[in-house]
């Protein structure tokens, strides 16, 4: 079996058992790190860190987690698309790690590493996509909203990183994804589209969501385009109460 076989890229690659599977594991693990308790499922594991973008937060969150859980991590600096070719670079990295897990700018030249693998590729983060951070945000809710079933998520947020990996989330469960922004900026890649995934420009989609999220405002957009779409108090005030507690709470961090 080829590395490619068992990656995650993208956030539907997973089956939706297998996606549920790893949430529920996600809330044990949540507590075991609390407890200082972590299981040692990643022990003798050598996982290489190669962070080709910038970026602290989550390649931190992943070096931690692996170390915690018994793993040895190693940060690799090494850039794709260079000088070497991926074929090439690969022969080393799959004789010395048994994972690789990956920040890169584009999705395609992450594709094509995993292609070449003979071991797993975890997408870190991509300018097209952000599957962990989703996966994360996905087990919060459900520990905080005790299922992630019906789920209504609206990202007043322009076509992204963050709000693709939410339109590919909702490829694979049974939740309700909304972008709410201009036209202008948004998502029209049909390999996203579904019958759970739709685009609006109306913000009363929020008065009924269960989590909304928000992006960086894009570079090229005038102030007052995007107006109507700030999320303040006014419009935190009308959503529901659930929605409305994680926003604020959030808010105080």
Same mark, same amino acid.
């Given at each position: 079996?080829?590395?490619?076989?068992?990656?995650?890229?993208?956030?539907?690659?997973?089956?939706?058992?297998?996606?549920?599977?790893?949430?529920?594991?996600? /809330?044990? @693990? #949540?507590?075991?790190?609390?407890? %200082?308790?972590?299981?040692?499922? *990643?022990?003798?594991?050598? &996982? +290489?860190?190669?962070?080709?973008?910038?970026?602290?937060?989550?390649?931190?969150?992943?070096?931690?987690?692996?170390?915690?859980?018994?793993?040895?991590?190693?940060?690799?600096?090494?850039?794709?698309?260079?000088?070497?070719?991926?074929?090439?670079?690969?022969?080393?990295?799959?004789?010395?790690?048994?994972?690789?897990?990956?920040?890169?700018?584009?999705?395609?030249?992450?594709?094509?590493?995993?292609?070449?693998?003979?071991?797993?590729?975890?997408?870190?983060?991509?300018?097209?996509?952000?599957?962990?951070?989703?996966? /994360?945000? @996905? #087990?919060?809710?459900?520990?905080? %909203?005790?299922?992630?079933?019906? *789920?209504?998520?609206?990202? &007043? +947020?322009?076509?992204?990183?963050?709000?693709?990996?939410?339109?590919?989330?909702?490829?694979?469960?049974?939740?309700?994804?909304?972008?709410?922004?201009?036209?202008?900026?948004?998502?029209?890649?049909?390999?996203?589209?579904?019958?759970?995934?739709?685009?609006?420009?109306?913000?009363?989609?929020?008065?009924?969501?269960?989590?909304?999220?928000?992006?960086?405002?894009?570079?090229?957009?005038?102030?007052?385009?995007?107006?109507?779409?700030?999320?303040?108090?006014?419009?935190?005030?009308?959503?529901?109460?659930?929605?409305?507690?994680?926003?604020?709470?959030?808010?105080?961090?």
């Amino acid at each position: 079996m080829t590395g490619s076989a068992r990656s995650f890229l993208e956030f539907h690659d997973i089956p939706e058992a297998g996606l549920r599977s790893i949430i529920d594991r996600a /809330g044990e @693990l #949540a507590k075991a790190w609390d407890e %200082r308790a972590m299981p040692q499922s *990643l022990a003798g594991k050598r &996982v +290489a860190l190669i962070v080709d973008d910038g970026g602290w937060r989550n390649t931190t969150a992943f070096d931690l987690g692996i170390q915690a859980m018994g793993g040895i991590c190693v940060h690799v600096p090494i850039g794709f698309n260079a000088r070497e070719e991926t074929g090439d670079i690969q022969g080393y990295l799959g004789n010395w790690f048994d994972m690789l897990v990956i920040r890169t700018r584009e999705l395609a030249a992450l594709k094509a590493v995993a292609a070449a693998s003979p071991v797993p590729v975890i997408n870190a983060r991509t300018g097209s996509n952000h599957p962990c951070e989703t996966l /994360g945000d @996905l #087990a919060y809710i459900k520990n905080r %909203r005790g299922s992630i079933d019906g *789920l209504k998520v609206v990202g &007043v +947020a322009a076509d992204a990183n963050i709000l693709r990996s939410w339109a590919e989330a909702s490829i694979a469960l049974p939740i309700e994804v909304v972008q709410v922004y201009p036209e202008r900026w948004h998502i029209s890649d049909a390999a996203l589209l579904n019958g759970r995934f739709r685009v609006s420009t109306d913000m009363s989609e929020l008065s009924d969501a269960d989590v909304v999220i928000t992006d960086s405002w894009p570079g090229d957009a005038a102030s007052d385009a995007l107006a109507g779409y700030r999320i303040g108090t006014d419009v935190c005030g009308r959503m529901r109460s659930f929605c409305r507690a994680r926003r604020l709470r959030a808010a105080r961090r």
